[in-house]
């Protein structure tokens, strides 16, 4: 699935972390949170490491990795386009805006361009219905978009 | 106890507080369809998630259906189990899984014995509304030496892993993805040799589906009993003669000692023998090296590792091999019967017989399917050949007669061949869980003593419960017993022997409930715990009737230690009947 | 220090700070210091005022002066003009959409006449990063009235209020409390839901990045009335802004003694701790919240057990959500009595409703329970975008239904909603018009419901993703009627048997449209056609003959080469051959190409 290789200060960066939990298994979401935010994202060996040190099964964690939809066993782009789609977006127009995105960056949603410098997804809501449709790249929110709007938005990164 | 009442299908029932519309229905012989609820009562094990939903019933008063499996009844209330609502419900849900679950019945592995074929067949579903492109869940396929793994035919029953969690706690499967697509899978959807899995197989013994079936070998058994160059021989374990039966419409604890070894014969094997000849052979080994620890350590030697632990279940050993690395020098260093069986039948037996050992198939018949895997390990290979070349189950081996066209019930009773189908009583209890250490405890207390054995019966190390203790006065010094069936009280009594709130001497552990007669091999329980009790009975009963009750009195053992072996624990035994363990750990 | 004379409140709610907002605000403070007025003059960020229509906003006190969708560059003018000068700058004020005139003052405008703000009382008024500012406007004061009482008394006066939970089925708050309160624990827990799923709604949000101490003092005065010393805040982790507002509160709250031991010189001891939601919807669900606290899969269980007799790690545990707790202080300050005069007679108080959609006036509302629809829709939110046709108002997330022109006059309250089809939710409201298909509406809702399942119970797993694939098979033209039978029972039946309450009401939206939009249903499966022209599938693109001009760009362009003609003569489009693709009505320059 990936190219990731352990190493040494990787299993002391993980280890720092389920420390910092006190190894409790019902912490396991927020190490998984913290241990994302070092690595970008969750290999297998990143979880089994994990697992260890919680001194819980693997499957376990694989398992509440598969569940939730923030944690991801694929390595994100360089920027992170997140597109709303929730009811609000939908309704302003939102599907035409993320065909343009998948149409401009040559990728489906879940995926990364070859560059790795974009990866495309969609999440649900992110509460600025005001601004509808919208789209997170990062942290930046772009709002009002149209498809029009796409080609040039991107053209800052 | 306080009583509550209510109607089910106008019927008044009176039931404990508590209880369930499900049970308390069952009380009154109306039997709720149910999916995904097991309760193996007699063992102390229930699967109740409430997924599947067939088992609703309608509840004056309540906006929508209830689960009967998991709702309690309350004082007045008015069920109907069979109202149209509740039938079109339970219809619609069962088309629904059917929709997402492979059409290749007459295919599958467990064509005629799964549950959900057969509640289909209740439900009376004729026909499932087509929707064009419909989409199918399908997952990695995988096969290990003992289980193979098709998820496609998974309905998210869990309870494969509720056995492998809670009542195991090995930890190799575990519910994974979201929606759809969620599946019970180990980490990864890898393969499950990979994982900390120690087939026990109990996730195969209690799946309603052919999702988890076990690996079948007959065809190997077939190929070879037809090779004119082999010598076929076979062993059957304990526990198969109290369950075989079963496949054969015979009640639950018939023993069919007899009627098997007919049957083995019939279907071409050279000799039909016993692992319980293996397992009195076991029982001197195992005994000798329980009294010599103990001895050792009660003259103050403090380099003996006690308690020592039987080593016969092979699910048992990759347990503590995967999760107990550091404790490698405590159990016992015997092989199990099966092995033991293999590698005496592969030198002795050869020998007698003047057969190569290329030449002689040894054929298991056993209970269990990390036999199977057992028997492929590397350390009980001789230059590539295994002592044992096949291990099938329960199941295939009435298969196997079926196949063959012989009609069980009209078959003779048979004995064994000699020399390795002699056995005692002590070795058919093998197959239950405190069988084999009351077979220890029979011989160890003879050697150790020097006195007979007025009551062989030590009725305080049986039982269904997952863990039990007992102390055996072995004149004057008081000999501590622990005994754990399933691995997860197997893990709650070495923890505890870890944390010093045990002192043992001796600790038996059988990974499955009950002990083998529960094993994963066996016919399918159907969530029905009273066949396992009754198969357990029906060992000891067996054993109440035979003459020789204690190991070292098998006169073939004698014999085989004359001629062969010497005495226990000697250079030849230790290199034939003894094994090493491995550091396995895994997450 | 010179005296304050006059502050400028800037919203910091997500929807702003994604228009400039804190880039306003720093041009704001420079303006300022340049005229050395920064001593006089305060700059404050605040949470959301919920008119995110017009957003950014900026507030100035005394004066009540509403200044919309204002850009950093506009600091300059507001600053010179306003600040200095005292002259409102006009361009900048809210229009009324009717008479065309500004409206200075927000107490004047459609969009805050109506609404009644308990829950957002503080929202858009103070700094929420300020406990001080909380304290001011009676903050900490009931959780100090709540202490003098015993928790009974104090659970009676909950229960008298008549609030309902505010996330969903609307159980009674103070009946849930009491439950909790009588289960004897060596440990009890309060668990402040915070994980806002439902797709348009962010009325939690706006409360925890406004006004975060009104809930971090709910949660004590709960865990004083049910006997637990422990808070659990479970908030979504796309919600860093309100995370970050929260820890703020809980660490000033601390600072203040009021969490920790022996709040405000009482024997009671409380704290507040934060768990993170990792993007599962049904994790608003209870049960599968407290398995998610607890690092496990969010899965649902069969209650009972409640999680007032076994929630987290076993002990009793109230759950609520964050509307629900941010009633509680200003039910005690002003009494039950007070609150449940407002609403009706099984409703009581105001609710948050979030706006948004096909409307103009897009925000965060609050409006006492019984206010219909039609108020909603038109009098606050200003109507339909751009003059089209009203058609429906969606309601409760994806656990909801849609209504119709037929229910503009309901008072919406739980129960009218739930007899009309639909539910309470959250309280997200999107808004639809004439151009919303909605068997498509009603597909994406299946949609979200089939991503969102968590796979634990048959009939949610498997039912709602056959559903889809056959509103997925109508809206391609390819439903028969057996199909729309189909829809019919397996809602039914999914509604009657699946385990939680997402999929009990999971069929809602499906449903509702069903019974309202029947016609629709109808037109897509029996004459092909999407009324709203909305499915891709059901369109037919013809050339007007009177409008061609034969100028060949479409034929060109047409990747299925099904569009033929002669040049200077009109073309024909060979519907056979047609992909519904749209390229020739973007490509004409005519307006030659209909879509029908």
């Keep these: 699935m990936s190219n990731f290789k352990l190493q040494d200060c990787h299993k002391k960066q993980i280890k720092d972390i389920c420390d910092s939990f006190n190894n409790e298994p019902g912490e396991l979401i927020n190490v998984l949170h913290k241990t994302q935010g070092v690595f970008g994202y969750l290999p297998e060996d990143v979880q089994r490491e994990v697992a260890q040190n919680l001194n819980i099964p693997v499957a376990k964690v694989y398992g509440v990795v598969t569940f939730y939809s923030f944690f991801t066993m694929k390595p994100k782009g360089e920027h992170a386009i997140s597109l709303c789609l929730g009811t609000a977006c939908y309704v302003r127009g939102a599907e035409l805006v993320l065909d343009e995105f998948k149409k401009q960056l040559g990728i489906e949603v879940g995926q990364v361009t070859p560059d790795g410098k974009f990866s495309l997804d969609c999440l649900r809501c992110v509460g600025a219905c005001g601004l509808a449709p919208v789209v997170l790249i990062g942290d930046k929110v772009y709002g009002r978009l149209d498809p029009s709007k796409v080609k040039e938005i991107l053209a800052n990164y | ?587 | ?596």
């Design chain 2, 1 to 587: 106890m306080e009583l509550i009442k209510l109607t089910i299908d106008n019927t008044p029932v009176e039931v404990e507080k508590g209880t369930t519309i499900y049970q308390a229905a069952k009380k009154i012989g109306i039997k709720i369809p149910a999916l995904c609820y097991m309760n193996l009562e007699h063992l102390g094990i229930e699967n109740r998630p409430g997924g599947c939903r067939i088992c609703v019933v309608e509840v004056a008063g309540r906006r929508n259906l209830a689960p009967s499996c998991s709702t309690s009844v309350m004082e007045g209330m008015v069920v109907k189990t069979n109202t149209p609502k509740v039938l079109n419900a339970r219809k619609t849900v069962m088309e629904l899984i059917l929709s997402d679950h492979p059409k290749d019945c007459l295919i599958c592995p467990s064509n005629g014995k799964c549950e959900l074929q057969s509640l289909a067949a209740t439900l009376g579903v004729r026909e499932i509304h087509s929707v064009e492109n419909a989409a199918m869940s399908t997952y990695r396929k995988d096969a290990s030496p003992s289980l193979k793994r098709d998820m496609d035919k998974c309905i998210m029953c869990r309870r494969c892993e509720t056995m492998c969690n809670e009542v195991q706690t090995v930890g190799a499967l575990s519910a994974v993805n979201r929606g759809f697509m969620a599946v019970v899978a180990p980490a990864f959807e890898q393969d499950l040799v990979k994982s900390p899995c120690t087939f026990c197989g109990q996730c195969v013994a209690v799946c309603p589906t052919g999702a988890l079936t076990e690996v079948d070998d007959t065809n190997k058994i077939i190929r070879a009993l037809a090779d004119p160059s082999k010598t076929v021989v076979v062993q059957t374990a304990p526990a198969v003669r109290a369950a075989l039966g079963e496949e054969f419409g015979l009640e639950p604890g018939t023993r069919v000692t007899g009627k098997m070894a007919a049957a083995l014969r019939r279907l071409g094997f050279a000799k039909v023998f016993d692992t319980d000849f293996a397992a009195d052979l076991t029982i001197m080994e195992e005994g000798t090296e329980l009294l010599d620890r103990i001895s050792k350590f009660l003259k103050g030697d403090k380099s003996v590792k006690l308690p020592i632990l039987t080593s016969c279940c092979p699910a048992w050993v990759n347990f503590f091999e995967t999760n107990y690395p550091d404790m490698l020098d405590v159990p016992s260093s015997a092989k199990s019967p099966q092995q033991m069986f293999g590698a005496i039948a592969k030198t002795y037996f050869a020998g007698k017989m003047n057969v190569k050992r290329e030449d002689l198939v040894v054929v298991s018949v056993m209970p269990c399917l990390a036999k199977k895997f057992e028997c492929q390990r590397d350390e009980f290979k001789v230059n590539g050949n295994p002592d044992v070349d096949y291990s099938i189950s329960t199941r295939e081996l009435a298969h196997l007669i079926k196949m063959a066209n012989i009609d069980f019930a009209s078959l003779p009773e048979e004995d064994f061949d000699q020399p390795l189908g002699e056995s005692t009583g002590a070795a058919v209890i093998f197959g239950t869980t405190g069988g084999v250490i009351e077979a220890a405890v029979r011989t160890a207390y003879e050697i150790f003593t020097g006195n007979k054995l007025n009551k062989i019966d030590f009725k305080e190390l049986r039982g269904l419960e997952g863990i039990r203790t007992a102390s055996i006065d072995f004149n004057g010094t008081m000999i501590n017993i622990g005994i754990a069936h399933q691995l997860g009280n197997a893990r709650k009594l070495l923890d505890g022997v870890r944390s010093g709130m045990y002192n043992f001497h001796a600790i038996e552990i059988m990974a499955c409930p009950g002990g083998c007669v529960g094993g994963a091999g066996q016919p399918y329980h159907h969530g029905d715990s009273s066949i396992i009790e009754a198969r357990h009975k029906a060992l000891y009963k067996e054993d109440e009737e035979k003459t020789i009750r204690k190991s070292h009195e098998n006169p073939y053992i004698i014999k085989l230690y004359e001629e062969f072996l010497g005495k226990p624990m000697s250079e030849t035994a230790h290199h034939l009947l003894h094994t090493h363990y491995f550091d396995k750990h895994k997450v």
């Design chain 3, 1 to 596: 220090m010179a005296q304050i004379k006059m502050h400028l409140l800037v919203c910091g709610g997500t929807g702003c700070r994604a228009s400039e907002s804190k880039r306003l605000v720093d041009e704001l403070n420079a303006q300022l210091k340049a005229n050395n007025l920064d001593e006089e003059v305060k700059v404050i960020i605040t949470g959301c005022f919920g008119f995110c229509e017009k957003g950014p906003i900026v507030k100035v006190i005394p004066d009540n002066t509403f200044y919309t969708k204002v850009k950093p560059e506009d600091a300059e003018e507001i600053v010179e003009e306003h600040v200095l000068k005292g002259r409102k700058v006009t361009r900048l004020l809210y229009e009324n959409p009717e008479t065309k005139e500004h409206v200075s003052d927000s107490k004047h405008m459609g969009f805050y006449q109506k609404q009644v703000r308990i829950a957002l009382r503080n929202c858009g008024f103070i700094d929420p990063e300020n406990i001080e500012e909380y304290i001011v406007r009676d903050g900490y004061a009931a959780l100090g009235k709540v202490l003098s009482m015993t928790p009974a008394e104090a659970i009676d006066i909950v229960k008298k209020s008549g609030l309902r939970g505010r996330g969903g089925a609307g159980f009674p708050t103070g009946l849930k409390w009491e439950i909790a309160s009588k289960n004897k624990a060596d440990q009890k827990y309060v668990v402040c839901n915070a994980d806002e799923g439902d797709p348009g709604a962010f009325m939690d949000r706006s409360i925890l990045e406004g006004d975060p101490n009104s809930i971090v003092e709910a949660m004590a005065i709960c865990g004083y009335c049910i006997g637990a010393t422990k808070g659990l805040i479970y908030i979504r982790a796309e919600y860093p802004l309100a995370i970050k507002r929260l820890q703020v509160a809980i660490g000033q709250a601390r600072e203040f003694g009021l969490l920790g031991p022996k709040i405000l010189g009482s024997d009671f001891d409380f704290d507040i701790e934060l768990r993170y939601g990792a993007g599962a919807f049904v994790c608003g669900e209870e049960t599968a919240l407290i398995h998610s606290m607890e690092g496990k899969r969010g899965e649902p269980t069969i209650k009972p057990p409640f999680p007032a007799e076994a929630g987290y790690l076993g002990k009793p545990s109230n759950v609520n959500n964050v509307e629900t707790f941010a009633n509680i202080p200003a039910i005690f300050l002003k009494g039950w009595e007070w609150f449940s005069s407002i609403g009706t007679e099984k409703s009581k108080g105001t609710k948050v409703f979030a706006l948004a959609g096909k409307i103009n006036n897009v925000g965060l509302i609050e409006v006492p329970m019984g206010t219909t629809l039609r108020e909603v829709i038109f009098e606050i939110g200003g109507g339909i975008k751009g003059g089209k046709k009203f058609k429906a108002v969606q309601t409760g997330g994806p656990s909801g239904g849609c209504l119709t022109e037929q229910h503009l006059d309901t008072p919406i309250d739980y129960d009218n909603l739930v007899a009309a089809g639909s539910m309470m939710g959250s309280g997200g409201m999107i808004v639809m018009d004439e151009d919303d298909c909605m068997v498509s509406v009603a597909k994406f809702y299946l949609d979200f419901i089939v991503e969102e399942s968590c796979g634990k119970c048959a009939p949610c797993r498997i039912g709602n993703k056959r559903m889809h694939e056959t509103l997925e098979k109508i809206c391609q033209g390819k439903g028969t009627m057996e199909d729309l039978d189909y829809l019919d029972n397996l809602s039914k039946v999914i509604k009657d048997t699946a385990l939680c309450g997402l999929g009990q009401t999971s069929p809602n939206p499906v449903l509702s449209t069903m019974q309202y939009f029947r016609d629709e249903y109808l037109a897509h499966v029996v004459d092909k056609k999407c009324p709203a022209g909305r499915c891709k599938a059901l369109r037919s693109y013809v050339i007007n003959a009177d409008k061609c001009m034969g100028c060949t760009l479409c034929a060109k362009n047409c990747p299925t080469s099904a569009i033929t003609g002669d040049k200077k003569v009109p073309h024909v489009i060979d519907q056979s051959k047609c992909i519904k693709c749209g390229t020739c009505y973007e490509k004409c320059k005519f307006g030659a190409i209909e879509i029908r």
